[in-house]
């Protein structure tokens, strides 16, 4: 059962993280045909490994399919509600409303 759920259209979604750092929702179950990123383990400079969404170029999809690796689509390719702005993960909303807070206190 989905733990997410768009805040445009109200459909299950999962959040990943980018390799570039960005959260990207994905829609929460895999399609092959047309999925464009893989979940994959991503070394990082830090010396640590993390599970991330990775975008797939054709070549890269074919060969993941015919490995069995699970696709996903994003899921602004498939939200058909109208956008009036960016949806944001809950907990990046939380952090940013504690900053705001923060800086409302600092600056009385």
Known sequence: ????FCKFCGAPIRWART???RMIPLEDSSDQAKGTFALR???L???TA???AVGLT??????????GE???QAHRATCGEERTGTAIPPEIREKANLVIARYQRSSR
């Open 1 to 4: 059962m989905a733990e997410h």
């Open 41 to 43: 383990v991503v070394d």
């Open 50 to 52: 993390k599970r991330m």
């Open 70 to 72: 699970l696709l996903f």
């Open 19 to 21: 390799p570039a750092g």
């Open 45 to 47: 400079p830090d010396g």
């Open 58 to 67: 054709r070549h890269e999809r074919i060969e993941a399919d015919a490995d």
